[in-house]
């Protein structure tokens, strides 16, 4: 049970955007009483962080369960290092006291696009190390692997946009398609597997 409240816990940082977007919607249905700096990157910056928080936790719960039942449970920790750094990075993003990814973007902005795409191959291996075990991830792995190629795409060209000209209005729509549909997707994959996760190991009382 723990195993599949961790997993459930881990993808909550995948969803951030359709979470960001529907505490919006709420924030301006009440901007009558909301004071202006609710709908700023303060308010955005503050959910991420403590979705990465959470999923941070839920990861570390995933690793601590299933040390002893996976044998390449190693394959957990990249995910585990890339949130821990998710959330050290989402603070600073937090007090560097500019417009999120306004010109020019920042070194800790930089780093932060770059974690954030590494989540999606971290999030791969994950499903890689419980292959075979409670059900096959076959699927899992295939989706997050699909997402780490195209974000993989998408970080040369942030980082080659970022280098020439200190912006990155010119990869938006790529990193808008990786944030609204790419990482809901692995967040999917995680509910998915949390769901399922020990339900093949369920045997059927014989019948008299």
């Given at each position: 049970?723990?195993?599949?409240?961790?997993?459930?816990?881990?993808?909550?940082?995948?969803?951030?955007?359709?979470?960001?977007?529907?505490?919006?919607?709420?924030?301006?249905?009440?901007s009558?009483i909301?004071?202006?700096?609710?709908?700023?990157?303060?308010?955005?910056?503050?959910?991420?962080?403590?979705?990465?928080?959470?999923s941070?936790?839920?990861?570390?719960?995933?690793?601590?369960?299933?040390?002893?039942?996976?044998?390449?449970w190693?394959?957990?920790?990249?995910?585990?290092?890339?949130?821990?750094?998710?959330?050290?990075?989402?603070?600073?993003?937090?007090?560097?006291?500019?417009?999120?990814?306004?010109?020019?973007?920042?070194?800790?902005?930089?780093?932060?696009?770059?974690?954030?795409?590494f989540?999606?191959?971290?999030?791969a291996?994950?499903?890689?190390?419980?292959?075979?075990?409670?059900?096959s991830?076959?699927?899992?792995?295939?989706?997050?692997?699909?997402?780490?190629?195209?974000?993989?795409?998408?970080?040369?060209?942030?980082?080659?946009?970022?280098?020439?000209?200190?912006s990155?209005?010119?990869?938006?729509?790529?990193?808008?398609?990786?944030?609204?549909?790419?990482?809901?997707?692995?967040?999917?994959?995680?509910?998915?597997?949390?769901?399922?996760?020990?339900?093949?190991?369920?045997q059927?009382?014989?019948?008299?």
């Amino acid at each position: 049970m723990r195993i599949n409240i961790a997993l459930a816990l881990t993808s909550v940082v995948f969803m951030m955007t359709w979470v960001t977007g529907f505490v919006s919607v709420i924030f301006h249905s009440m901007s009558i009483i909301t004071p202006d700096f609710i709908a700023s990157d303060l308010l955005f910056i503050t959910i991420i962080e403590l979705l990465s928080i959470i999923s941070l936790f839920g990861s570390l719960l995933f690793l601590l369960e299933t040390r002893k039942t996976l044998a390449r449970w190693y394959l957990t920790i990249p995910l585990c290092i890339s949130l821990s750094a998710f959330v050290i990075t989402n603070f600073l993003v937090y007090s560097n006291g500019k417009s999120f990814l306004g010109d020019p973007v920042s070194t800790i902005e930089t780093l932060w696009i770059i974690i954030l795409v590494f989540l999606s191959p971290c999030s791969a291996l994950l499903f890689l190390a419980s292959n075979g075990h409670c059900g096959s991830t076959n699927v899992y792995v295939a989706v997050s692997s699909a997402t780490s190629v195209f974000s993989m795409f998408f970080l040369i060209l942030a980082l080659r946009e970022i280098s020439k000209w200190s912006s990155i209005e010119a990869v938006l729509l790529p990193l808008a398609f990786y944030w609204t549909i790419c990482m809901p997707a692995i967040g999917v994959c995680f509910l998915s597997k949390a769901t399922m996760y020990g339900a093949d190991n369920v045997q059927e009382e014989p019948s008299d």
